[in-house]
């Protein structure tokens, strides 16, 4: 069945709900707006309440969630979200207070704040921490803007920051943003950084360098020592991309790594939902050196007081603020209830366990899949779909031949440097037997490339909406729904 369009369910005269006679003086709104941001014709659908309901309810199954089935996006870490975090993210002392409120009737909220930071220091082994940033992204720029502030209070003239050709999009974006120009960096036969490349590459133009560790093909940089050093020797920042730190919780810390600035994805490795817009929480963390160029305000504790915490405005180095107020706060609780509930042992056995489905995966699909990089993965690994290209069939249509098995396809066509790339990421919460329904499909999605191509070629067949033609969706974009549309 079509799920109609709530403006094709519509009827004249049908209401869904009714208010009070107005007991207040009337005015028109011609006489509030002005006339240009007035419409003729509102054209709201007339609909019933139940209708309504049921409309929305029926969209709400056709969608994919983690709640549904598996996720394994690659380097998104679309793990399960406990719904005690939510149950607590509701409660009323958290939910109905408001950031202008005095300090000291925010109190329980500020704790919070506080000691999910000192967490986030320990699993992370920096000296400070904001919990500012919305996103990841955002978290990027503003490790790269406190970059740019230390790089300046020691009168150093830098231009350009180095970048592996295996990065997330968004880090040569956020160089950009803050003032910098990208430099891609080669990665080796291994899928690791180029050490002898990095080496030629950085210079006292150099300010930073970003790398993912794990990297986005899962692998672990086992060269990060002589990394950390070819990039100190010339005063720039190690920055590490914190989107796959679910792979290292409780075994290793960046900091320990000889990384200046961590930033941390608390909607990815903590647990909190997101996906569709957000919202998201990308809090960053330095070492000590750096701490003075954080955005304010951070907050503290008082020592002459056992439990009094505060905002501290007083950082004159400060780069300011990234965000109004201070950071996505129910997000955070979200996290917070996650790290508690974990505790220090969870969390290691929450890296533990993603490490080993992801190898699970691995181990059970390489010989049906072309494997770019044959050793042990990470948290997630890359496979190659150049084998049923050969056929034919390309990774897309893989991706979209998963679909009517129900699951939601793996990363495609990323990281760019392997070709027919899919991205995997089964993350921790997954059970033996969902792998192996995933594995299951894959295999059968292989063989059919093989003996019956055009099965898969033309995928999916049993989805609400089948094989669109996606050029022309993405050169002639139209959202408003029309009578006329066909």
Not at 18 to 32: A, R, T, Y
Not at 122 to 131: N, Q
Not at 281 to 301: C, D, T
Request: a neutral charge.
């Amino acid at each position: 069945m079509i799920e109609k369009l709530i403006f094709e369910l519509s009827n004249p005269g049908r209401i869904g709900f009714s208010l009070p006679e107005i007991d207040v003086p009337q005015k028109k709104l011609s006489d509030i707006l002005p006339q240009e941001k007035l419409r003729e014709n509102q054209n709201l659908p007339q609909i019933s309440e139940v209708d309504v309901v049921r409309h929305f309810t029926r969209l709400s199954v056709l969608n994919h969630h983690v709640d549904k089935r598996f996720y394994p996006l690659g380097s998104c870490t679309m793990k399960y979200n406990p719904k005690l975090n939510e149950e607590v993210s509701r409660f009323s002392g958290f939910s109905d207070i408001h950031p202008l409120q005095p300090e000291g009737t925010v109190q329980g909220a500020l704790k919070l704040m506080y000691e999910l930071s000192e967490y986030l220091k320990e699993i992370g082994g920096v000296d400070a921490v904001t919990l500012q940033p919305s996103a990841g992204a955002q978290g990027e720029l503003t490790g790269l803007l406190i970059a740019s502030a230390y790089h300046q209070k020691k009168n150093h003239r830098r231009s350009k920051v180095l970048i592996p050709d295996s990065a997330h999009g968004t880090n040569p974006a956020s160089v950009v943003t803050a003032g910098y120009s990208p430099v891609q960096v080669k990665s080796d036969e291994k899928g690791l950084v180029d050490v002898e490349e990095l080496k030629k590459l950085t210079d006292q133009d150099v300010a930073a360098v970003m790398l993912t560790n794990p990297n986005t093909l899962g692998l672990f940089e086992s060269q990060i020592e002589k990394i950390e050093k070819i990039v100190h020797d010339v005063d720039a920042l190690l920055y590490m991309d914190g989107a796959n730190l679910n792979a290292l919780m409780g075994i290793a810390r960046p900091g320990d790594m000889g990384f200046d600035i961590v930033h941390f994805n608390l909607h990815k490795t903590f647990s909190t939902p997101h996906g569709g817009g957000g919202p998201g929480s990308g809090p960053l963390g330095v070492k000590k050196h750096l701490a003075p160029f954080l955005p304010v305000p951070l907050v503290e504790k008082k020592k002459d007081q056992k439990e009094s915490y505060f905002l501290n405005y007083g950082l004159p180095d400060s780069i300011g603020k990234m965000l109004t107020f201070y950071g996505n706060f129910g997000v955070m609780v979200k996290a917070y209830a996650y790290i508690r509930s974990c505790g220090a042992s969870g969390l290691k056995n929450v890296s533990e366990s993603a490490v080993l489905n992801a190898n699970y995966l691995m181990a059970s699909l390489g010989d049906y899949f072309d494997l770019p990089y044959k050793s042990f993965c990470m948290h997630e690994f890359v496979l190659s779909g150049t084998k049923q290209k050969k056929r034919g069939v390309k990774t897309l249509d893989i991706a979209k031949r998963l679909l009517d098995f129900g699951l939601h396809p793996p990363t495609i066509y990323f990281p760019l440097i392997v070709p027919e790339a899919l991205m995997i990421e089964p993350t921790e919460s997954e059970s033996r037997e969902s792998l192996d329904e995933f594995v299951s499909c894959m295999i059968k999605i292989a063989k059919e490339a093989e003996e019956n191509p055009e099965i898969v070629k033309s995928a999916p067949h049993n989805t609400p909406v089948l094989r669109l033609d996606e050029v022309k969706a993405s050169r002639e974009l139209n959202v408003r729904w029309s009578k006329n549309v066909k």
